[in-house]
């Protein structure tokens, strides 16, 4: 399919997704992929990894895959991959790797809530990264996580774009008299942040006590939603020295130019 013809594609299915109820639809696409029974073991400690993926650009996925890998082999760790039904990967990794069939519906955008529900309800280990499928772990990530403890519920890393400027890593939603921007990455105000759906990591009980509403599609605001639900609930925390790189340009947020200065004035002068 040409770039033309996926951007058309994507168009539609936002349109049909936006516009028509699909309540019967989200019902069927949960017989389709049933979750696996509730978990009846503790989780051991290590790392699960969650990726979404469509499986389009595979020498992306490949990279994103190897540079886990080289992380977290020889560590307590598993990558889960939500993938399309019949996908394979033709090269081997160190970690252990699950692909998980899931099945959309054609017409509709993704059921991603469903989709990262069911990793987190596979993954062994108590700390788990949920993520898409186009960011690099860059060297010393695990290190540095190992260095920054297991004291939270919920945390964020940098997550930076090719260019190297910030990527929708540690982010206010409704800060009073500023709005949405990039929060300061010494400050902390969780009362008003909104974790992307980009990339957390998050503690796998905690997730299973509260995750994503099931039944929002791409393009619905599931991160918004689950963000505004959850912050009441604990303290969204950072790890500034653990880093991702985006495998793919994805461009400046310039319309938060404006609301970014104003939150490094007001947090850099406390």
């Known amino acids: 399919m040409s770039k033309l013809s996926k951007k058309i594609s994507k168009r539609l299915k936002l349109l ?12 069927l696409e949960s017989r389709f992929n049933p979750y696996p029974p509730t978990l009846s073991t503790s989780a051991q400690s290590g790392y699960s990894i969650v990726i979404i993926t469509g499986g389009e650009d595979l020498p992306m996925l490949r990279s994103v895959l190897e540079s886990i890998d080289q992380e977290l082999s020889g560590q307590r760790a598993e ?47 108590d700390k788990v990264v949920v993520m898409h499928d186009y960011l690099i772990f860059q060297a010393g990530w695990h290190d540095a996580w190992q260095r920054y403890g297991d004291q939270f519920d ?33 400050a902390e ?16 009980d905690f997730y299973l ?12 605001a599931e991160d ?17 020295q653990a880093v ?17 200065l104003a939150l490094e004035k007001i947090f850099n002068s406390k």
Request: a positive charge; charged letters at 25%; one cysteine or more.
């Open 224 to 240: 918004i939603e689950w963000s505004k639900r959850i912050r009441a609930k604990t303290t969204f925390k950072f790890n500034d």
């Open 16 to 27: 049909i997704t936006n516009h028509f109820p699909h309540t019967f639809f989200d019902y």
């Open 79 to 125: 990558i889960i991959l939500i993938a399309p039904p019949n996908f394979q990967l033709d090269y081997s990794l160190q970690i252990p790797i699950r692909i998980i069939a899931y099945r959309d519906l054609p017409f509709l955008m993704p059921l991603i809530t469903r989709k990262k529900n069911l990793g987190v309800r596979l993954a062994i280990y």
């Open 209 to 220: 006590a509260n995750p994503l509403d099931d039944y929002r599609r791409w393009g619905e």
């Open 154 to 186: 919920l945390a964020v890393n940098c997550i930076k774009d090719q260019d190297d400027s910030r990527f929708r890593d540690w982010l206010v939603l409704d800060y009073p008299g500023v709005g949405a921007g990039f929060l300061p990455y010494h």
């Open 189 to 204: 105000a969780t009362a008003y942040q909104y974790i992307s759906g980009t990339y957390f990591v998050v503690k796998r």
């Open 244 to 260: 991702v790189r985006c495998a793919k340009f994805k461009g400046p947020m310039l319309v938060w130019a404006d609301n970014n």
